[in-house]
């Protein structure tokens, strides 16, 4: 009887073995879901340590546009909140401007709404990058973010 089951046993294990070829077979009903595709620009939570840095974007009453700050620093791990302001402002990262970057973030669609915010993973490799908001560029409204190791 013992012997039956031990026997039973080793024919069960070599026929998983077979058909799994070592791995392991997972039935169609446990599958976990897909991951969520992120939203470009969605709201981030920075690494452990990291902080989110605001970037105001404005138009004032003189019709200046700019980032607020323009020039700051930031560690891998932190976000960078663009946070629209007055006016009508996106954030880019050209990629010609910034070629030590593999693959720089996307362009922001344009941010019209008083407070929508559009945010961006400060995973750059160290380095200085460069920044514009597409329809002012010309007209200065440009930043550089200095990337740093986390301590
Ligand atoms: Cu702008």
């Given at each position: 009887m013992k012997r039956a089951l031990l026997s039973l046993t080793v024919a069960t294990i070599a026929l998983t073995t077979a058909c799994g070829g070592g791995e392991k077979e997972t039935p169609a009903t446990t599958?976990?879901?897909?991951a969520p595709a992120v939203t470009p620009g969605s709201p981030l939570t920075p690494a452990d340590g990291g902080k989110v840095i605001t970037i105001e974007m404005t138009t004032d009453e003189k019709g200046v546009n700019k980032f607020t700050p323009s020039e700051f620093e930031a560690h891998q791990g932190d976000v960078m909140r663009f946070t629209l302001v007055t006016g009508v402002h996106n954030v880019h990262f050209l990629a010609d401007s910034n070629r030590t970057l593999s693959s720089p973030p996307t362009a922001s669609p344009l941010l019209q709404l008083p407070g929508q915010t559009y945010d961006i993973a400060?995973?750059?490799?160290e380095g200085r990058y460069y920044f514009q908001c597409d329809p002012h560029a010309l007209l200065g409204m440009i930043g550089h973010v200095k990337v740093e190791k986390r301590d």
């Open positions: 599958t976990p879901p897909a400060v995973d750059f490799p």
